[in-house]
């Protein structure tokens, strides 16, 4: 049995059938929405992955990777083979997972070759999972002829993360690398999955959002994250409804005044309260007022810090030393307790609000965080 032995790296892909690629994603407002049903409002990044790829009709998924952990840069699988559930086995988890996805749900996919190369750093909040999966589902459609859609192949995608890799992620991250367009971010709608697109250009007005990385992820955000799910669980249960996102915000005081426990008081004011935002972000965008986004970003970040408890110091530092800086607003993005914050500021103080962030984590003896200018880009494509 070949599954998992690892092979010297080849280069290239010889006759190759044709070039993907999938973008990760940054998170402007909708946090810890998604399990409650709720609205996640996310934009492609123009970092990417892209996947080199060819059918093969030998039954073999050969993979190989720029970004792999040394000694598995490319792996010889045999397709019949492909089965979840035996323990973590690296990053070909991933791209795996998908075809494993795309068999169990019937579709006739065999062998591969794929190659990748990234621009997305991995392991940073960006979601370069998803973009592996996402990239090798579309190159999969294509090279099989399969005619899935990219909800479809989002779906798929997201199967290969929970079911095979092993990840208890929602679905915003594949839909984010599968259907984002340039320019636009995404409102979607984790319940039924119905999308629009919004215009959101900063840099047409003059402004820059940033993305600063703290580089820190603190130990006990798994199980963190796993209390917060439940605790929202428990408070949709004690309220008789489906999910937290079955609250409005005129039902929020009614809501609070009939739950005791005041962790789940928070819990729901975070939920509900995040869910409004996205509208309000969207009416903003929606009228062309950009700059209006910016003290609603620092809203989410003071109710994720004080009443969903998930941020950290060094999140809070980078939206501290921002504002003062005179940035327009920031706030932590992702599930929290380290990776990054973003910041919407106008270009002419971004180097200033850049370099009052790294002065302030210098002052606290941190880690320099990492500056990025992040630009909503197009979703997954294929190249040639
Ligand atoms: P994130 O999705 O936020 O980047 P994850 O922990 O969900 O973080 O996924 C990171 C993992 O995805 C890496 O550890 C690796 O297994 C895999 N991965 C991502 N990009 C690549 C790549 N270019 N090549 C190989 N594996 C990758
Ligand atoms: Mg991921």
New binding site residues.
Partial sequence: MSAGRGEAPRAGVREAAGVWEAP?RVNLIGEHTDYNDGLVMPFALDLT?VAEARRRDDGVLRLS?????PGRETVRLEVADLAPGHGPR??T??PAGVVWALRAAGHRVGGAELR???T?????????????EVVTALALNDLYGLGLDRTELALLARRA?NDYAG?P?GIM?QMASACCTEGRALVLDTRDLTRRDIPFDPGAEGLALLLLDTRVTHAHSTGEYGRRRAGCEAAARALGVRALRDIGPGELADALGRLGDPELRRLTRHVVTENERVARVVAALTAGDVRGVGPLLTEGHASLRDDFRVSCPELDLVVAAALDAGALGARMTGGGFGGSAIVLTEVATAAAVTGAVERAFAEASLGAPVARMARPAGGARRLA
Avoid: C, I, K, R
């Fill in positions: 990760g992955v990777s720029d970004g792999a952990e690296g990053w988890d991933y990748y190369t990234s997305l750093p991995a392991g940073a909040g960006l979601s370069s999972s998803a973009a592996l993360e990840a992620t991250d």
